[in-house]
């Protein structure tokens, strides 16, 4: 897969923050099956399902201790 090609990700958001005057999204990636950051400005398109989200007892003072490249 090229930088060009588009790839299609099923997400559950948990929380939006800023870095480096950069907007990012953190969610559930059910395609990783983890929570990863993503870049808002990267984001295409987005469709909004009506399925429940489960609940994954996100931390999220642990994810950006385990994500140690932000906040930096």
């Known amino acids: 897969m090229t930088d060009k090609e588009a790839l299609v990700r099923m997400i559950e ?3 939006i923050f ?3 005057n950069r ?8 395609l990783r099956e983890d929570y990863r ?8 398109n987005f469709r909004i399902h ?3 989200f489960e609940e994954r007892g996100f931390d999220l003072k642990a ?6 490249n932000y906040g930096k």
Request: proline share 3%.
């Open 13 to 15: 958001p948990i929380a």
């Open 18 to 20: 800023t870095n480096q």
């Open 23 to 30: 907007w990012m999204v953190i969610a559930w990636c059910h």
């Open 37 to 44: 950051a993503f870049r808002i400005d990267r984001i295409k």
């Open 50 to 52: 009506s399925d429940k």
């Open 63 to 68: 994810f950006f201790e385990k994500e140690d």
